[in-house]
């Protein structure tokens, strides 16, 4: 990234005997250990691709986008005391930070057994350490021993508070890692755009480090109103933005699909947002305790070049970018390119066409739109879930499977189908840092 001193690097102290969790670094042997049998068969008669199970993430705060295709009877699915499901995850190997009545395996994604029995699925994380590279390929598993990444949709009605998500560096200090972070506005999602469809970045580039610190020091006294001094883009749908740790942010009331690192830790600079009040522990829930009194340790927390950054819109949205392999049968785009941890692209298979798609490197895919066939499988975008029903949607590709090629067949007469595919740090294709636009 342009200017980008502070960005974090890629963790290699996560290794095959140890996983992220929300953030945090921890044993395997802490979660329950898969039957290996169940887990090659199904490997093996998938040829390289497993089908995942719909994983829906209820949040506290804020009120529902309801553009998860979920039931309208199943967005309290956990409880009223858990509040609304706002979130679906995507190829995810670890657990929402949540809370405490969140599950431990709340946000991790399952695969759906050779057996076809909701009973006999098996946690991808559990896939990942028993296939290994077979799975998510040598390169991937080398540097961060795991699958690095996840994405996920999120579903919030009006505008989240302005929030940055901790460097490595800042996260280090509290045991867990740094996230970065993509978004991409689809339409085939935004059928209305809520409350609020715009986002906040950083700060005006006029705005001074002092000024934010008066803003934070009256975090308990009253409404901070830190958006003033901030800046706000419309949303546009077929779109996107990159968004470095470091940096505030206040996402908009549209539907996201969000490729992200694996890790979920933040901190809550806007202490009132859509009306809502936030406690201080929003704040410095992710600082050492002897810091959390520190208004200046809570300020370093952000990459300040970044987050008054003139030609921020230059260097960080992301409009799509046609692939070079585009024919008469399909168009795929980047979506999300320009970091050096996740990537992102959009693939339409016109109605009635059949292809072979190829990518070097294993993802996560969800379609958004059409049915047909992936590979072995029935596939279709949903329609209407019901919460813990499985799906024909989402699908997790290993590396040889992806470099072989899945062939892709759209049923429809009418409609193209349409895929969102999400890759970690390691496609060679992925378009580079110095985006024109």
Same mark, same amino acid.
């Given at each position: 990234?342009?200017?980008?001193?502070?960005?974090?690097? !890629?963790?290699?102290?996560?290794?095959?005997?140890?996983?992220?969790?929300?953030?945090?670094?921890?044993?395997?042997?802490?979660?329950?250990?898969?039957?290996?049998?169940?887990?090659?068969?199904?490997?093996?008669?998938?040829?390289?691709?497993?089908?995942?199970?719909?994983?829906?993430?209820?949040?506290?705060?804020?009120?529902?986008?309801?553009?998860?295709?979920?039931?309208?009877?199943?967005?309290?699915?956990?409880?009223?005391?858990?509040?609304?499901?706002?979130?679906?995850?995507?190829?995810?190997?670890?657990?929402?930070?949540?809370?405490?009545?969140?599950?431990?395996?709340?946000?991790?994604?399952?695969?759906?057994?050779?057996?076809?029995?909701?009973?006999?699925?098996?946690?991808?994380?559990?896939?990942?350490?028993?296939?290994?590279?077979?799975?998510?390929?040598?390169?991937?598993?080398?540097?961060?021993?795991?699958?690095?990444?996840?994405?996920?949709?999120?579903?919030?009605?009006?505008?989240?508070?302005?929030?940055?998500?901790?460097?490595?560096?800042?996260?280090?200090?509290?045991?867990?890692?740094?996230?970065?972070?993509?978004?991409?506005?689809?339409?085939?999602?935004?059928?209305?755009?809520?409350?609020?469809?715009?986002?906040?970045?950083?700060?005006?580039?006029?705005?001074?480090?002092?000024?934010?610190?008066?803003?934070?020091?009256?975090?308990?006294?009253?409404?901070?109103?830190?958006?003033?001094?901030?800046?706000?883009?419309?949303?546009?749908?077929?779109?996107?933005?990159?968004?470095?740790?470091?940096?505030?942010?206040?996402?908009?009331? !549209?539907?996201?699909?969000?490729?992200?690192?694996?890790?979920?830790?933040?901190?809550?600079?806007?202490?009132?947002?859509?009306?809502?009040?936030?406690?201080?522990?929003?704040?410095?829930?992710?600082?050492?305790?002897?810091?959390?009194?520190?208004?200046?340790?809570?300020?370093?927390?952000?990459?300040?070049?970044?987050?008054?950054?003139?030609?921020?819109?230059?260097?960080?949205?992301?409009?799509?970018?046609?692939?070079?392999?585009?024919?008469?049968?399909?168009?795929?785009?980047?979506?999300?390119?320009?970091?050096?941890?996740?990537?992102?692209?959009?693939?339409?298979?016109?109605?009635?066409?059949?292809?072979?798609?190829?990518?070097?490197?294993?993802?996560?895919? !969800?379609?958004?739109?059409?049915?047909?066939?992936?590979?072995?499988?029935?596939?279709?975008?949903?329609?209407?879930?019901?919460?813990?029903?499985?799906?024909?949607?989402?699908?997790? !590709?290993?590396?040889?499977?992806?470099?072989?090629?899945?062939?892709?067949?759209?049923?429809?007469?009418?409609?193209?189908?349409?895929?969102?595919?999400?890759?970690?740090?390691?496609?060679?294709?992925?378009?580079?840092?110095?985006?024109?636009?």
């Amino acid at each position: 990234m342009p200017g980008n001193n502070n960005i974090l690097s !890629v963790n290699s102290a996560i290794t095959a005997e140890k996983l992220n969790v929300a953030g945090e670094i921890i044993p395997f042997k802490t979660f329950k250990k898969t039957g290996n049998k169940a887990i090659r068969e199904t490997f093996e008669r998938g040829q390289g691709i497993f089908r995942l199970i719909p994983v829906f993430v209820p949040r506290l705060f804020g009120k529902a986008g309801k553009r998860l295709r979920l039931h309208p009877d199943d967005y309290f699915a956990l409880g009223m005391n858990r509040g609304a499901i706002k979130e679906r995850w995507f190829s995810s190997v670890i657990p929402a930070n949540n809370g405490p009545l969140a599950a431990k395996d709340e946000g991790m994604s399952y695969v759906n057994a050779i057996t076809d029995k909701m009973e006999d699925k098996f946690l991808l994380r559990d896939a990942v350490h028993e296939l290994g590279q077979s799975l998510i390929g040598k390169d991937l598993l080398d540097k961060h021993g795991m699958w690095p990444m996840y994405s996920k949709f999120f579903d919030f009605d009006g505008p989240l508070f302005h929030h940055l998500h901790l460097s490595d560096a800042a996260a280090k200090k509290v045991g867990r890692i740094g996230k970065p972070e993509g978004y991409y506005f689809p339409l085939q999602l935004n059928n209305h755009l809520g409350s609020f469809p715009h986002t906040y970045f950083g700060f005006s580039p006029e705005t001074t480090i002092q000024q934010v610190r008066d803003l934070l020091l009256k975090y308990e006294s009253r409404d901070n109103r830190i958006t003033e001094i901030s800046r706000a883009y419309r949303i546009q749908l077929g779109t996107g933005w990159f968004t470095c740790p470091g940096v505030l942010h206040a996402p908009g009331s !549209v539907l996201t699909y969000e490729p992200q690192w694996n890790s979920d830790v933040n901190s809550v600079f806007e202490n009132v947002s859509d009306n809502e009040i936030y406690p201080y522990e929003f704040l410095v829930e992710n600082c050492p305790d002897n810091k959390k009194r520190d208004p200046d340790y809570i300020l370093s927390l952000m990459d300040w070049e970044k987050n008054i950054d003139p030609h921020y819109k230059k260097h960080y949205f992301r409009p799509p970018i046609l692939c070079s392999g585009y024919n008469e049968q399909y168009t795929e785009k980047w979506i999300m390119y320009g970091n050096d941890y996740v990537g992102a692209k959009e693939l339409a298979i016109l109605p009635g066409q059949s292809v072979i798609i190829k990518d070097p490197v294993a993802y996560g895919c !969800v379609i958004i739109q059409g049915h047909g066939c992936f590979g072995l499988f029935d596939a279709e975008a949903a329609i209407m879930l019901r919460y813990g029903q499985p799906s024909a949607d989402e699908f997790f !590709v290993s590396e040889q499977a992806a470099r072989t090629g899945i062939k892709i067949t759209n049923k429809s007469k009418c409609e193209p189908m349409v895929l969102l595919k999400h890759f970690g740090p390691n496609h060679p294709d992925m378009p580079g840092h110095t985006i024109k636009t």
